[in-house]
């Protein structure tokens, strides 16, 4: 349901849209930040979007290189010590 009073949305309608591309291939439907091409969603604000490098994937180091060597290095240990076991 609409209001009574009129709304002057001229602005917003034709306002230009972001330049980043959808999955689609098609242009952004989300206005553009003042003076620049992106939205404030795709980096056109100061301090939005992603952070440097893969920080954002960064959660727990459960999948870092040393730990997962660390594992691999403990199955191998827990599975001589069950051959030595055996031997026994």
Do not use: F, W
């Not at 920080?55 to 660390?70: C, D, F, H, M």
Request: proline share 2%.
């Amino acid at each position: 349901m609409t209001g009574s009073h009129a709304r002057n949305t001229v602005a917003m309608r034709t306002s230009p849209r972001c330049a980043a591309k959808t999955r689609r291939g098609t242009s952004g439907q989300s206005p553009a930040v003042l003076g620049k091409q992106r939205c404030r969603m795709h980096v056109g604000a100061k301090g939005s979007g992603a952070l440097n490098g893969n920080k954002n994937a960064l959660k727990n180091g459960l999948y870092t290189a040393e730990v997962v060597s660390l594992r691999q290095h403990i199955r191998e240990l827990t599975q001589k010590s069950k051959e030595l076991m055996d031997k026994m």
